[in-house]
């Protein structure tokens, strides 16, 4: 074989194809698109712990008492909550539970419950207005 064989030379094989349907996505129970994200008495909570922050503003000394109370009395339960009652996996559960622990543990009353009363208002406006039918 001095040469290279030619192309016509060589056996042709043909790979039969097979083509499949597409496959539905899969989601996560809980992650769905549609409605908040978070369960609204995660948000419940965050409002009132971060009442409390009224009894606090006067007394900063108390504030290395305060600070570290306040985030747990948040996170716990929202993760809890969020982990049980509203399916969320647990890195997504511990996320929002950080995020709303720390909103709560921000030394006045002034930074978390404009939030709490905004996810308060997100979570609860769909149930009273209503989802309009899907056609």
């Known amino acids: 074989m001095d040469k290279p064989p030619k192309i016509s030379e060589v056996p042709v094989s043909v790979a039969p194809v097979e083509v499949l349907p597409p ?3 899969v989601r996560p129970l809980a992650a769905s698109l549609e ?3 978070i369960h609204a008495l995660s948000a ?3 409002v009132a712990v971060d009442m409390l922050w009224g009894l606090f503003d006067w007394m900063p ?12 009395a948040v996170f716990v339960p929202t993760f809890l909550i969020q982990r049980q009652l509203k399916q969320d996996s647990r890195g997504r ?5 950080v995020i709303l622990g720390v909103l709560a543990a921000i030394p006045t ?4 419950t404009p939030v709490g009363l905004a996810l308060l208002a ?4 769909g149930k009273l207005l209503g989802k309009p039918p899907l056609r």
């Open 109 to 112: 009353f002034v930074t978390g």
């Open 93 to 97: 559960a511990l996320t929002f539970a």
């Open 122 to 125: 997100w979570t609860g406006l």
């Open 23 to 25: 496959q539905p996505a």
């Open 44 to 46: 419940l909570i965050l």
């Open 35 to 37: 409605g908040p994200p």
């Open 61 to 72: 000394a108390d504030w290395i008492v305060a600070i570290p109370s306040c985030f747990a």
